[in-house]
């Protein structure tokens, strides 16, 4: 078992750029979460997907900010345009139930920053 | 308004030692809290959990302890090892949204050789 998995690791972009961030979860989830780690505000949920349907989407930022789950096995968070204090880091995390009872599994995460 | 606080950014204990992290909440309707523990570069990883219907859960060298009527839990990590070094957040979720996890922001432990 890979684990989740993330992609890029690391992105460094110009404020007003577009960043898709990229996800695969573990074979066999149907759950998958995007949370995101910054100083100020500790680690957040962005978005919540079950069965690849948006569920709760109620901690995204901002319009500018959107994700897809297009099937079981992949999932993109895209921040367009980007400013820089969206930099932070995003981890996807996937779980095979939805529920937070055993823990979800977290990728390794990826570090944005947007100067 | 932070839902799930810990206090203490930092704690740093002797090798063999207990390490005790401490967690509180304000949100009654939490009915599951868990552990997680972070090291540098990766992902938080799942430690241990418990919930409200109990007290006190047991894994090996962790034990997480729940004080509801304190509204405060803590991990206990007998005996610590240097590998124990990392950030633990504690967790927190609630009835029909338990897969929404409201985390705390986090204790550095570091265990001294």
């Known amino acids: 078992d890979a684990g989740v998995i993330q992609s890029p690791r690391h992105e460094v972009t110009e404020m007003g750029q577009e960043v898709t961030l990229r996800c695969k979860p573990i074979s066999g989830h149907n759950s998958l979460f995007w949370y995101r780690q910054t100083m100020m505000r500790g680690l957040e949920l962005l978005i919540y997907f079950n069965n690849n349907v948006p569920i709760d989407d109620s901690g995204m930022p901002e319009d500018r900010f959107s994700a897809k789950m297009p099937n079981a096995s992949f999932s993109t968070l895209k921040i367009q345009p980007s400013e820089p204090r969206d930099s932070a880091v995003y981890f996807c995390?996937?779980?095979?139930?939805?529920?937070?009872?055993?823990?979800?599994?977290f990728g390794s995460g990826t570090r944005l920053t947007v100067v | 308004d932070q839902q799930v606080k810990q206090n203490s950014p930092s704690l740093s204990v002797q090798e063999g030692r207990i390490s005790i992290l401490n967690c509180d909440y304000t949100?009654?309707?939490?009915?599951?809290f868990l552990w997680y523990k972070k090291y540098p570069a990766e992902g938080p990883t799942f430690l241990i959990s418990i919930s409200s219907i109990k007290d006190k859960n047991e894994d090996g060298r962790f034990t997480v302890f729940l004080n509801k009527s304190a509204k405060h839990l803590s991990l206990h990590i007998v005996p610590s090892q240097p590998g124990d070094s990392a950030v633990y957040f504690c967790a927190a979720s609630e009835g029909d949204s338990s897969y929404k996890l409201i985390f705390g922001s986090g204790t550095r432990l570091l265990v001294r050789p």
């Open positions: 995390a996937s779980s095979p139930d939805g529920q937070g009872f055993y823990g979800y599994t």
């Open positions: 949100n009654s309707m939490f009915d599951y």
